[in-house]
């Protein structure tokens, strides 16, 4: 089955303390994004990947950072996570159409 | 500054009635036009999409109109179904790179 997977799909953590959500995709797509969710804001791009060991700045990068070392991964790392960034984040993947393929999201609550 | 805004926060419809949700854009600069439906503690799906150069796109009970010129795009939901209620987005694509989200619509369909 075709699917974009993420984990963990709850996390709650302190301030501070690392954390590394991870995502997969078995689509062999090239193009892979990072989004969170907040209330009355929609969703917002946080990176993006375009290939392997390509990747760049979506809307709200700031206290993120991606790794794109194979093309079925893109995990999300937050190395100081702060009150802020407690949010739903999706990961998604899309192919040579516009169309993106998104995970089922991960509820992240920081203390 | 929000490039992309959806008004309303939430509507609510009669079952076998016209839904119509709204999306309102100020950036002429975006080519490819999507919405992406949502239920509670699942990722965004694909729905329907156009392209800039077209001004209508149906498929099935969802039809998709773009006016360039007023910057706005909706979406015609009917007859509408107990299950299509779920939270809409717009997303709204710019050199085949970044996708811009609106904040949502909650949309209920009422028996």
């Known amino acids: 089955e075709a699917q974009v997977t993420q984990n963990p799909r709850y996390l709650i953590t302190v301030t501070g303390k690392k954390l590394t959500v991870t995502c997969s995709q078995n689509m062999n797509h090239e193009y892979m994004s990072w989004y969170r969710q907040d209330p009355g804001l929609g969703l917002r791009q946080i990176y993006y990947s375009m290939n392997v060991e390509v990747t760049d700045k979506g809307d709200v990068p700031e206290g993120y950072k991606v790794s794109r070392k194979e093309k079925r991964n893109f995990p999300l790392i937050l190395e100081s996570p702060s009150p802020n960034q407690t949010s739903l984040y999706f990961c998604?993947?899309?192919?040579?159409?516009?169309?993106?393929?998104f995970g089922p999201g991960t509820r992240l609550t920081v203390t | 500054d929000q490039q992309v805004k959806q008004n309303s926060p939430s509507l609510s419809v009669q079952e076998g009635r016209i839904s119509i949700l709204n999306c309102d854009y100020t950036?002429?600069?975006?080519?490819?036009f999507l919405w992406y439906k949502k239920y509670p503690a699942e990722g965004p799906t694909f729905l329907i999409s156009i392209s800039s150069i077209k001004d209508k796109n149906e498929d099935g009970r969802f039809t998709v109109f773009l006016n360039k010129s007023a910057k706005h795009l909706s979406l015609h939901i009917v007859p509408s179904q107990p299950g299509d209620s779920a939270v809409y987005f717009c997303?709204?694509?710019?050199?085949?790179?970044?996708?811009?989200f609106g904040q949502g619509t909650r949309l209920t369909i009422n028996p």
């Open positions: 997303a709204l694509i710019q050199g085949a790179q970044k996708l811009v």
């Open positions: 950036n002429s600069m975006f080519d490819y």
């Open positions: 998604a993947s899309r192919g040579d159409s516009y169309e993106q393929y």
